[in-house]
């Protein structure tokens, strides 16, 4: 429907159009992290079980893979635009 669910924010840091939804069940807690706005498409960047029972922040390691598979999303879509406009020729 275009909107987003009330349960996801932004990720701050990571640029603009870059969304968390975390979500609780069975006593655990799950976090997807999502770009938009990417093209046509929504990247599903990382999705992983919140372990640490102490602080909300997300863990650095996951921090980081997030934003290598970001870079290596916003470079495969140069490439593709790329390679569509020499098609266009």
């Known amino acids: 429907m275009g909107r987003k669910a009330g349960y996801t924010k932004p990720m701050i840091g990571l640029g603009a159009g ?3 939804s975390v979500a609780d069940h ?8 999502y770009a938009m ?3 046509e498409d929504i990247y599903v960047l990382h999705s992983f079980q919140k372990k640490s029972t ?6 650095k390691p996951d921090i980081d893979l997030i934003k290598a598979r970001l870079s290596q999303v916003k470079q ?5 635009q790329k390679a569509a406009k020499r098609k266009k020729k």
């Open 76 to 80: 495969h879509l140069a490439q593709a």
């Open 37 to 39: 706005k990417l093209g």
């Open 54 to 59: 102490i602080g909300i922040k997300t863990p």
């Open 26 to 33: 069975d006593g655990d807690t799950y976090r997807s992290v």
């Open 18 to 20: 870059v969304f968390e």
